[in-house]
Nanobody, 112 residues
Framework: QVHLVESGGGLVQAGGSLTLSCLAS?????MGWYRQSPGKQRELVAF???????KYADSVKGRFTISKDHAKNTVYLQMNSLKPEDTAVYYC?????????WGQGTQVTVSS
């Protein structure tokens, strides 16, 4: 059974930084992060493909950086200049050729 295990969430003041990590039990073609806040749909934050291509939501461009350690099957999300509107549950997402997987989610709370 494939697992995605997130870590690194928490409480931070506006303007601060956090780094999220997601360890996959198997290699993934694409790994990324989504987030969901109360009353809103889950939205893409960023993803990275195994060839290195990255994509970011407009709301996080210039503030968040996604990276991957291929040897460790781990993806990271470095979040800088955090804003209260970044508050959400962040979910790790992984995709193999025909299947996708989700982590359990980690809470990020940004106080003003």
């Amino acid at each position: 059974q494939v697992h995605l295990v997130e870590s690194g969430g928490g409480l931070v003041q506006a303007g601060g930084s956090l780094t999220l990590s997601c360890l996959a039990s198997e290699s993934m073609f694409t790994m990324g992060w989504y987030r969901q806040s109360p009353g809103k749909q889950r939205e893409l934050v960023a993803f990275i493909r195994d060839i290195g291509y990255t994509k970011y939501a407009d709301s996080v461009k210039g503030r968040f950086t996604i990276s991957k350690d291929h040897a460790k099957n781990t993806v990271y999300l470095q979040m800088n200049s955090l804003k209260p509107e970044d508050t959400a549950v962040y979910y790790c997402h992984g995709r193999q050729t025909y299947t996708e997987f989700w982590g359990q989610g980690t809470q990020v709370t940004v106080s003003s």
